[in-house]
């Protein structure tokens, strides 16, 4: 069912790039709930992803630009004002990458060059791509920014990496310029913290599996998927939140603020015995 939440509303969606993106399915409520649109990823991911579909399903337009490049944004942030007829109300930052989760770094043993790059590409672009829009005025009075992080920026997770630095990152970027954006535009600016989702770039966190069936069985309401995500954007888009500032909301089923549930428990005592040694001492990651 739509209700029209985003009627006459424009906005930019980074990251999608496959029908598994939570940006995708943000990109396809959107339009649904009658906002115009236009679709961006890097230049490398329009050519191997299916975003281009996506654009063609929507009828919006796909523009190339890499989200750590300054003159790229300002070269999206205008053309997607000239192209959807006015400023833009809203906008999604779904971008997080780690090279060294791909190149299975452990967290004690980081490349410090994948490091930075990994803090740029997931962290250091949203400031770039707020900053941006600022300088260029780009945002209408009382839009609504909202970027996906993960309950991993508070708490440690085994394998998330540091991915964990780069979202901790996110965060403390949109409660700073939050406060900025506010104050001068009352422009919106949150996070939300999503259940963990096989999304392409969550299927490299080594056992995300593992981590997905935890978090289902602590979660009294149960994991939040993709779909659901994109309802939860599009109301944090719509003017149905609009004293909602500097905010890390937490969308997970309840999992943040669990402890130890009766279906995690059962299960970690089935399988405790194969975390010993043959000594029978605790084997921990």
């Not at 969606?13 to 961006?40: P, Y």
């Not at 209408?140 to 394998?159: C, D, H, K, N, P």
């Not at 770039?201 to 997905?212: Q, V």
Request: with cysteine.
């Amino acid at each position: 069912m739509n209700y029209n939440l985003l009627n006459g509303k424009r906005g930019i969606i980074f990251g999608a790039l496959n029908d598994l993106s939570i940006a995708w399915k943000v990109a396809e409520k959107a339009v649904a709930e009658g906002a115009k649109i236009t679709l961006t990823n890097t230049p490398v991911a329009v050519r191997m992803g299916e975003v281009a579909q996506l654009g063609e399903k929507l009828q919006s337009e796909v523009i190339p630009a890499d989200a750590t490049n300054l003159e790229d944004l300002e070269m999206l942030f205008n053309k997607s004002v000239e192209i959807l007829g006015g400023k833009i109300d809203f906008v999604l930052h779904s971008i997080g990458m780690s090279p060294n989760v791909r190149k299975k770094r452990p967290y004690d043993d980081l490349d410090y060059d994948l490091l930075n790059k990994t803090m740029d590409i997931s962290a250091i672009s949203f400031h770039k791509m707020i900053q941006t829009a600022k300088k260029l005025d780009a945002i209408s009075e009382g839009g609504s920014i909202i970027a996906l992080s993960y309950v991993a920026a508070q708490r440690t997770l085994f394998g998330y990496n540091d991915m964990a630095d780069a979202k901790a990152m996110l965060e403390s970027i949109a409660r700073s310029f939050g406060y900025i954006y506010g104050r001068e535009k009352n422009v919106r600016i949150n996070t939300i913290s999503q259940s963990p989702t096989m999304t392409t770039a969550g299927s490299g966190i080594k056992g995300m599996d593992k981590l997905m069936d935890f978090a289902n069985r602590m979660s009294p309401l149960g994991n939040a998927d993709a779909e659901e995500c994109a309802d939860y954007c599009i109301v944090m888009f719509s003017d149905l939140t609009r004293k909602v500032t500097m905010q890390n909301l937490y969308h997970d089923g309840g999992f943040s603020s669990m402890g130890m549930s009766l279906r995690a428990m059962d299960q970690y005592n089935k399988s405790f015995d194969q975390y010993r040694d043959e000594n029978g001492n605790i084997i921990y990651g």
